[in-house]
């Protein structure tokens, strides 16, 4: 018989034990043959030696993790502890430490789920500016908003800024009533639903009443010089060439930008051309530049937004 007393002292315990102690029953379903007690801040374990290891190695996962994230689902709680190799989403060990980049609200993990995702990882990481193509749903926008979060929250940046052009998807939306910011709000309203995903809401507030992370329509861009920030252009697709070009000579010395669009949704009048196709031809091959394609495999929306995406590369013609 082995005893092992682990201290909680470094995290909140109700959040290790759970509402009504629902975690701390969760841990005992899966160490049936162990002796769980807990008291105050301490765990005690009783039972056979490999046993109490292997308990003390999936309590010490949970416990990295709530030291570094401060919250933890029960359902993710369940998955650390089903993870018998030790490589499970939550598995802060951390055996691939870099694959998550950032650490969300109520247990949540972002990470870069496909190849060209990581590709675009890797290649914010190594350039100041990248431009990454794609159609919806390849988690563009969502990969880029976490690459800031993430240079955010390590101090690489002081700041972020992420704008778009308000251009009407197709339809017009007349008249919107209120002030600037709720006339603007709909056209950004994926940007800010990215953030929900990777800030406490308290801390996204105080970040935006003090323009720490500021969102705003690409023409208030003019004239700025960007400097300390992360910048991105999402649907830059709607962006004119004279925009684009506004927008990427206003990045300053201490800047990172990423430039997300898809060239098969562009809703510009007519008779104005798309400023990111030429953007994306001429600029490709400079140093400190970097450019990745998405496609239909990159898809992690729902399993017909894929099949639509070929359905209509296929039928482009028609």
Do not use: C, W
Not at 117 to 133: G, S, Y
Request: net charge neutral; aromatic share 6%.
């Amino acid at each position: 018989m082995t005893e092992a007393i682990i201290n909680l002292d470094s995290i909140n315990p109700i959040e290790f034990f759970g509402v009504n102690n629902g975690k701390l029953d969760l841990l005992k379903k899966k160490f049936p043959l162990l002796k769980i007690l807990s008291r105050g801040t301490q765990l005690k374990l009783s039972g056979s030696p490999e046993e109490v290891s292997t308990a003390e190695e999936k309590i010490g996962q949970i416990v990295k993790y709530l030291e570094r994230n401060g919250n933890l689902t029960e359902n993710y709680f369940e998955q650390i502890l089903g993870d018998e190799e030790g490589t499970g989403i939550d598995n802060f060990s951390d055996r691939n430490p870099n694959e998550v980049l950032v650490f969300g609200p109520n247990g949540r993990t972002v990470r870069a789920r496909t190849a060209n995702q990581k590709k675009m990882v890797n290649l914010a990481d190594k350039n100041d500016i990248v431009f990454a193509i794609g159609p919806a749903g390849t988690g563009k926008t969502y990969t880029a908003v976490a690459l800031a979060v993430r240079a955010l929250k390590n101090k690489a940046i002081k700041k972020i800024i992420l704008t778009r052009p308000a251009v009407e998807a197709g339809e017009s939306l007349g008249f919107l009533p209120g002030d600037l910011k709720e006339k603007i709000d709909p056209y950004l309203r994926p940007l800010y639903d990215a953030l929900d995903d990777m800030i406490p809401a308290e801390k996204l507030s105080y970040y935006m009443a003090n323009r720490i992370i500021e969102i705003a329509p690409l023409a208030y861009m003019r004239g700025r010089t960007l400097d300390n920030s992360f910048i991105i252009l999402d649907e830059a697709q709607n962006a004119t060439d004279l925009q684009i070009k506004m927008f990427l000579t206003r990045i300053g010395a201490s800047a990172k930008a990423i430039i997300t669009g898809d060239l098969t949704q562009i809703d510009l009048p007519k008779n104005q051309k798309s400023g990111l196709d030429k953007a994306t031809r001429i600029l490709r091959n400079i140093d400190g530049i970097g450019y990745v394609e998405l496609d239909e495999e990159d898809v992690v929306r729902h399993r017909l937004v894929k099949a639509i995406i070929k359905a209509y590369d296929a039928n482009k013609d028609l």
